[in-house]
Nanobody, 128 residues
Framework: VQLQASGGGLVQAGGSLRLSCAASGRTFSYSNMGWFRQAPGKEREFVAAITWSAGTWSGGTTAYADSVKGRFTISRDNAKTTVYLRMNSLKPEDTAVYYC?????????????????WGQGTQVTVSS
């Protein structure tokens, strides 16, 4: 699986962005997907994850970090082999490079070392 993240940018506090992660490879629909972020000087941290889903159904079980719960929404579109991260009510502390990842076993989806594939990252900057 190859991953290409996009959609980052500069936004004011309280604003919204939608990140996209386009995946190549026939195993996309069978891959659990995650979003992580890394702020300058900090460790890469878990943001959200969604389980795999078979065929054209694009649902899945989701999980979120406490810091983004209620503000961010992860979703996937198997037909487009893309996973999204909708970010609302953005805060300056959300500023980071955001990475999408694929392949972790559900249950270990909050741990970055359990993901097999990573995208290149997209910068999100939230101004106060």
């Amino acid at each position: 699986v190859q991953l290409q993240a996009s959609g980052g940018g500069l936004v004011q506090a309280g604003g919204s962005l939608r990140l996209s992660c386009a995946a190549s490879g026939r195993t996309f629909s069978y891959s659990n997907m995650g979003w992580f972020r890394q702020a300058p000087g900090k460790e890469r941290e878990f943001v959200a994850a969604i389980t795999w889903s078979a065929g054209t159904w694009s649902g899945g079980t989701t999980a979120y970090a406490d810091s983004v719960k209620g503000r961010f929404t992860i979703s996937r579109d198997n037909a487009k082999t893309t996973v999204y991260l909708r970010m609302n009510s953005l805060k300056p502390e959300d500023t980071a490079v955001y990475y999408c990842a694929a392949g972790a076993v559900w249950g270990n989806h909050r741990t970055r070392d359990n993901y097999d594939y990573w995208g290149q990252g997209t910068q999100v900057t939230v101004s106060s």
